[in-house]
């Protein structure tokens, strides 16, 4: 079944070979381990694939997720340029652009992931924002992060835009409604801490802060990250956060979904027929709306016997405390194992076996767009990609 493994991440579609990304990198790197001159930068990275349904931006090509649900699409994740100005501390790095959220173990682009799939703790939290994020090294150890952005997966020009409202309600009771309320300024801040051995690190983060509103993708994400390095050949990561947003939509509330379903909020199906964000299953039905939260932990153990190899053990739990990120109220258990190789500098595969479990509810082999319950709950995935460096 189409979008039969959702919500595990890169594998919408079961049962089928597929292109996941196309990316070609235009950059130039700033110079950061001088100290006699201001340096500059850039990235742009176009991509192509069904990974494009992780990474889109509402506003920004957007229409091929959210009025098609397009099995492939392109997409521009990171486009930013960067001036490094080593005279400050021991070194300012100012970005400028659409970027990659500051936290996190993984990351959008298949390269610079440990395994072929994400974890659910990834692709379910913030992917990428716009605006300026700095980067300040105050010691050798301590970098300290500050950023001022417009909202996650969220567009520049959304902000203070409006729609019509054809159905006022008590969560948008005027004629008018915001485009996309997570389209406001916000703000991320990060402290990091390395070691003098490099064998330790811990990473704490605030990011993309403003007043919550439900979005298309508004997540108010505070967390940490920590590496450890044993030796060589064994390193650990772990990730652990919490995200919420507020005045969430009750879809237990029959006004509420009565208000949905006649195009009563920016995400009904009048404007975004496909994909668009869940609404919350509060814990009173009397509500028209209540604050939606997700917690997760995630674990990488990795080891590299030889250069040209290395395996990884995942395992993570992810709370849907009122079902918003996943469509399920429930919680996750997900763990699997990713044997990585290189056979050339320009050949690596990834094959991989994954087993999750939702714990309270069904939560898998449905598809929302199609209006097909999840009538599982548990999913055994195994998958492999091939990655080629040109």
């Known amino acids: ?68 649900n397009s099995n492939y699409g392109y997409d521009m994740p990171m486009a930013y340029g960067e001036v490094f100005i080593p005279q400050i501390m021991e070194g300012l790095l100012v970005r400028v652009g659409r970027f990659i959220t500051i936290p996190d173990i993984e990351a959008q682009l298949a390269v610079n992931n440990y395994m072929y799939t994400r974890s659910m703790t990834y692709s379910l939290d913030n992917y990428s924002t716009t605006g300026i994020q700095t980067s300040l090294a105050l010691t050798k150890n301590w970098i300290l992060q500050l950023g001022a952005t417009f909202g996650t997966e969220a567009m520049p020009w959304h902000w ?27 703000v991320t801040m990060g402290v990091r801490w390395t070691s003098d051995s490099d064998s330790d690190s811990i990473y704490v983060v605030a990011d993309v802060i403003n007043h919550g509103n439900w979005g298309y993708n508004n997540l108010q ?42 195009g009563g909020t920016p995400f009904s199906p009048q404007y975004m027929p496909f994909n ?32 040209l190899d290395n395996i990884s053990w995942r395992f993570e739990w992810f709370h849907d405390v009122e079902g918003q990120r996943t469509g399920t ?44 319950p999840r009538d599982k709950n548990t999913a055994l995935i195994g998958s492999a990609d091939i990655i080629i460096h040109f």
């Open 160 to 186: 203070n835009a409006q729609i019509a409202n054809p159905f006022p309600n008590p969560l948008y009771p005027n004629n008018t409604m915001p485009k996309d309320p997570g389209a406001v300024p916000s």
């Open 329 to 372: 109220k429930t919680m996750y258990i997900e763990t699997g194992i990713g044997w990585q190789h290189w056979f050339s500098p320009q050949i690596e595969i990834r094959p991989e076996v994954s087993f999750y479990r939702s714990l309270n509810a069904p939560a898998f082999n449905g598809n929302f767009n199609l209006g097909i």
């Open 221 to 262: 994400w505070l967390g940490l990250v920590y590496y450890h390095k044993f030796n060589d050949q064994w390193h650990i990561s772990f990730e652990t956060y919490d995200v919420h947003q507020n005045n969430v939509l009750n879809i237990l509330n029959s006004a509420a979904l009565s208000a949905f379903n006649k």
């Open 276 to 307: 668009s964000p869940f609404g919350a299953q509060c814990a009173n039905a009397f509500v028209f709306s209540c604050t939606a939260e997700s917690r997760a932990a995630l674990w990488y153990l990795n080891y590299k016997p030889d250069p």
């Open 1 to 68: 079944m189409r979008g039969g493994n959702a919500p595990a991440a890169d594998l919408y579609n079961p049962n089928t070979v597929q292109l996941d990304q196309a990316v070609i990198y235009f950059e130039r790197l700033p110079d950061t381990v001088q100290k006699d001159h201001v340096d500059w930068g850039f990235r742009i990275a176009p991509m192509y694939g069904e990974n494009y349904r992780y990474t889109t931006a509402y506003g920004l090509w957007s229409y091929q997720l959210l009025n098609h």
